[in-house]
């Protein structure tokens, strides 16, 4: 069971740049999301999404576009990267019951030069 | 809004201390409470939960009492390992009215053990 898993791991793109960070699960999970972790700042939501289809903007939007065409796929863009967009991405994955948590992938450091 | 607030870290403690990392939220309603783990260099991984007021949730000799009277979730291990240095996430699940599944984490707390 692969959970939720995050591509690539590292990425060190130019000021302009554009890329996709890839996210899937395999879970069948309705909820998916973005964060990003900056030091002590905790994890900020950048985006998430309620199912296919189905997505709506978090705390830190501003630079970053999503879609989500299957329930387990949910990549995050970044439409042309800034340095203030160094940092590292987590994708997570939930069913929408309260009780139960959400399952993270392994992150994507990106650094902006 | 709903929020989540953690002490300050970092805390550094020698192995074998007792550990409390403080916890406090504001949220509407009942939240679901959660504490998350994040080793060097990996992603954030439970660590325990609470669902309901007075619940304890409890996992690796960790324990948190979900507290309504005092809006609280305190982190508490009895004897801390090496093992244990990593950062340590509060967060919160909230019911509404588009109950999302959204988490909202604190800053997250520094816990460095030494030998």
């Known amino acids: 069971n692969a959970g939720v898993t995050q591509t690539p791991k590292f990425q060190v793109l130019k000021t302009g740049q554009s890329m996709t960070l890839q996210c899937a699960q395999d879970?069948?999970?309705?909820?998916m999301s973005w964060y990003r972790q900056d030091p002590g700042m905790g994890l900020r939501l950048i985006h998430y999404?309620?199912?296919?289809?189905?997505?709506d903007q978090g705390e830190v939007p501003n630079g970053y576009n999503v879609s989500r065409s299957t329930t387990e796929d949910f990549p995050l863009r970044l439409l042309s990267a800034a340095p203030s967009q160094t940092s590292v991405y987590f994708c997570?994955?939930?069913?929408?019951?309260?009780?139960?948590?959400?399952?993270f992938g392994q992150g994507t450091r990106l650094t902006v030069v | 809004g709903d929020s989540v607030t953690q002490m300050e870290g970092p805390v550094t403690l020698s192995e074998e201390a007792f550990l409390t990392i403080n916890c406090t939220y504001t949220?509407?309603?009942?939240?679901?409470l959660f504490w998350y783990v994040q080793y060097p260099g990996e992603g954030l991984q439970l660590l325990l939960k609470?669902?309901?007021?007075?619940d304890k949730g409890s996992n690796k000799g960790f324990e948190a009492t979900y507290r309504k009277e005092t809006t609280s979730f305190h982190l508490e291990k009895g004897s801390v390992q090496v093992s244990d240095s990593a950062v340590y996430f509060c967060?919160?699940?909230?019911?509404?009215?588009?109950?999302?599944?959204?988490?909202?984490f604190g800053q997250g707390t520094t816990l460095q053990v030494k030998p």
């Open positions: 997570a994955s939930s069913s929408q019951s309260m009780d139960t948590e959400a399952f």
């Open positions: 879970m069948n999970h309705e909820y």
């Open positions: 999404s309620v199912g296919a289809g189905i997505t």
């Open positions: 949220a509407t309603g009942y939240p679901s």
């Open positions: 609470a669902t309901k007021a007075d």
């Open positions: 967060a919160l699940k909230t019911h509404g009215s588009s109950n999302t599944g959204k988490l909202i």
